[in-house]
């Protein structure tokens, strides 16, 4: 499998990227424990311009958690451009990726991430400009649709139509792929649900598979959705042929996540204070606790132990290094007395 200039081994598994999840740390675990690419957290392209500092903070990568692609996201085609210019620029980046697919409010409400469904001529317009601003490839992660109408593309991509009362099954992103390769990009990411499922119901892969089967389609395709083991990963190249699988909030908490190799659970605890370790040398003491007690309040090393409670409220509470790894290793002992306890 091919992006660009960048060869991956087949059925490569992928880092979804994620705010305030996928931060330096984490994503060098991941890769060392097998996954083939990598994804910063979501970059806004118009704080980008404006030099907002924890914005830019997150452009920092480095090659040990190489192909790492940067995803930015906007609503303006000018601001789009300028932040993939200063990506490419600044991070040197293997992949810039544009996000067409985040569900939330304060996103797509203002008509950035996948609010852009909302606009298909504009959103093909960003597309365009960006792949054709930079010379790192660009690619796009999107989802079905905005809901289960089907937006139409039409003989004339600037007028597409809805058809109402349609199908519930059918959504629009088999027509919207074909107008995003003809755009240039080298790849596309597809989420399995429309916007308005947010992350309700189960994913979709059946329109992620039509994608990939349509003869016209020759840029790699990448499932993501409700991915939770490297046997449903494998299920899902098999069944719906894509090139690679995209995996995100299985992830939380778990860089061992893509090893085939289990892991005891003082092992993962090990890798859960190299991530804090990591994070405080990349970052800051204050930013690398930050980022780290978001992992291990989603980890499942620790559910399940009983009485946990205050132990957990202290582990989020804690500010210092020092402290944040005497109560983990406490907390390494009390595991060590419950033999049937599984992470």
């Known amino acids: 499998m091919n992006i660009g200039n960048i060869t991956l081994p087949e059925r490569p598994l992928f880092l979804a990227p994620m705010e305030d999840v996928t931060d330096i740390g984490f994503r060098?675990?991941?890769?060392?424990?097998?996954?083939?690419?990598?994804?910063?957290?979501?970059?806004?392209?118009?704080?980008?311009?404006?030099?907002?500092?924890s914005t830019v903070s997150k452009l920092t990568v480095c090659d040990e958690e190489r192909p790492?692609?940067?995803?930015?996201?906007?609503?303006?085609?000018?601001?789009?451009?300028?932040?993939?210019?200063?990506?490419?620029?600044?991070?040197?980046?293997?992949?810039?990726?544009i996000n067409f697919g985040c569900p939330v409010k304060k996103v797509a409400s203002k008509g950035a991430g996948a609010g852009m469904l909302q606009d298909i001529p504009k959103l093909l317009d960003i597309t365009r400009q960006v792949v054709n601003a930079v010379k790192t490839p660009v690619t796009v992660k999107t989802r079905l649709g905005w809901s289960n109408e089907r937006i139409v593309m039409g003989n004339n991509p600037s007028e597409?139509?809805?058809?109402?009362?349609?199908?519930?099954?059918?959504?629009?992103?088999?027509?919207?792929?074909e107008r995003l390769q003809d755009c240039g990009i080298q790849a596309l990411?597809?989420?399995?649900?429309?916007?308005?499922?947010?992350?309700?119901?189960?994913?979709?892969?059946?329109?992620?598979?039509?994608?990939?089967?349509?003869?016209?389609?020759?840029?790699?395709?990448?499932?993501?959705?409700?991915?939770?083991?490297l046997q449903q990963a494998d299920e899902a190249f098999d069944k719906y042929g894509v090139d690679a699988v995209m995996i995100g909030r299985a992830t939380f908490g778990c860089p061992w996540f893509f090893s085939s190799r289990q892991l005891?659970?003082?092992?993962?605890?090990?890798?859960?204070?190299?991530?804090?370790?990591?994070?405080?040398?990349?970052?800051?003491?204050y930013r690398g606790i930050l980022h780290t007690?978001?992992?291990?309040?989603?980890?499942?090393?620790?559910?399940?132990?009983?009485?946990?409670?205050?132990?957990?409220?202290?582990?989020?509470?804690?500010?210092?290094?020092?402290?944040?790894?005497?109560?983990?290793?406490e907390v390494r002992e009390r595991l060590k007395g419950i033999p049937s306890q599984k992470g």
């Open 28 to 53: 060098m675990l991941c890769k060392r424990f097998g996954a083939q690419m990598v994804y910063t957290e979501f970059v806004s392209a118009e704080a980008l311009v404006r030099s907002i500092k």
């Open 68 to 97: 790492v692609g940067i995803q930015i996201y906007g609503r303006d085609a000018e601001a789009m451009v300028e932040a993939a210019r200063i990506v490419e620029d600044q991070a040197h980046p293997d992949i810039i990726d």
């Open 160 to 177: 597409p139509y809805l058809i109402s009362n349609p199908d519930p099954d059918t959504g629009i992103i088999t027509d919207l792929a």
């Open 189 to 229: 990411t597809i989420h399995g649900r429309t916007r308005s499922q947010m992350y309700t119901g189960n994913a979709d892969w059946s329109l992620i598979g039509e994608v990939k089967r349509n003869p016209r389609i020759h840029i790699p395709i990448i499932g993501n959705g409700d991915i939770t083991s």
């Open 264 to 285: 005891s659970l003082d092992e993962k605890i090990d890798v859960l204070l190299e991530q804090l370790r990591i994070n405080v040398e990349r970052l800051d003491e």
């Open 293 to 329: 007690r978001r992992h291990l309040a989603a980890t499942p090393v620790f559910k399940g132990i009983p009485d946990f409670r205050q132990t957990r409220i202290a582990m989020l509470r804690a500010d210092t290094v020092k402290e944040l790894t005497s109560i983990m290793e």
